[in-house]
């Protein structure tokens, strides 16, 4: 069993900046790809970025360029650091790791709000 736990999140203006971490409950050395994703209210939930374990990223359109993704195995925390935030990029974000046993574990999300 994994467990996540996102923080960082909050109401910032438009061209601020968070950074979103997400603190895993086990080594993640192994756990080859981990991602940040996000929900905005009606819409369906999207990739914004995702690490491999061998330093590959990816990003979607709308945020690259802004955000980046990191990952510390010494802490077992990935990180999304935003920054130029928009208004639309208010949503709930959630992070999820893929483990190499199978399946995917998500966490419980945690509240981006822009203001313009």
């Known amino acids: 069993q994994v467990q996540l736990q996102e923080s960082g999140g909050g109401l910032v203006q438009a061209g601020g900046s968070l950074r979103l971490s997400c603190v895993i409950s086990r080594s993640i050395v192994s756990i080859r790809t981990m991602g940040w994703y996000r929900q905005a209210p009606g819409m369906q939930r999207e990739l914004v970025a995702t690490?491999?374990?061998?330093?590959?990223?990816n990003y979607a359109d709308s945020v690259k360029g802004r955000f980046t993704i990191s990952r510390d195995n010494g802490k077992n925390t990935v990180y999304l650091q935003m920054n130029s935030l928009k208004p639309e990029d208010t949503a709930v974000y959630y992070c999820k790791v893929q483990p190499p046993w199978g399946g995917a574990y998500w966490g419980q999300g945690t509240q981006v709000t822009v203001s313009s």
């Open positions: 690490t491999t374990s061998d330093g590959i990223t």
